[in-house]
């Protein structure tokens, strides 16, 4: 069974910064594609940063130039560094792990104002 246990959210004002972390139990992250996804309320579930299996780097079009996805191999944990928040990157972010146990993190709440 796979645990995805995510911290570092909260709230924080316009043009903060925060780093989300997120710790992989069960399966290897370096192997496996991952990334984290954003729910706003009343929206869907969207891609903001992506690794696939091969390393490469993809993200959301809203958080290029501002957020930076990392990962440390020998902790087996992902991170968010988020830099210049802005109040539409509120929401519930969600750390995602891919390959053949797939699972989701349980979510942490990010709210960026004044």
């Known amino acids: 069974q796979v645990q995805l246990v995510e911290s570092g959210g909260g709230l924080v004002q316009p043009g903060g910064s925060l780093r989300l972390s997120c710790a992989a139990f069960?399966?290897?992250?370096?192997?496996?594609?991952r990334g984290w996804y954003r729910q706003a309320p009343g929206k869907q579930r969207d891609m903001v940063a992506f690794i696939s299996s091969r390393g490469i780097m993809e993200y959301a079009d809203t958080v290029k130039g501002r957020f930076t996805i990392s990962g440390d191999d020998a902790k087996n944990t992902l991170y968010l560094q988020m830099n210049s928040l802005k109040p539409e990157d509120t929401g519930v972010y969600y750390c995602y792990i891919g390959g053949p146990l797939a699972s989701w993190g349980q979510g942490t709440q990010v709210t960026v104002s004044s």
């Open positions: 069960g399966s290897d992250f370096s192997i496996n594609p």
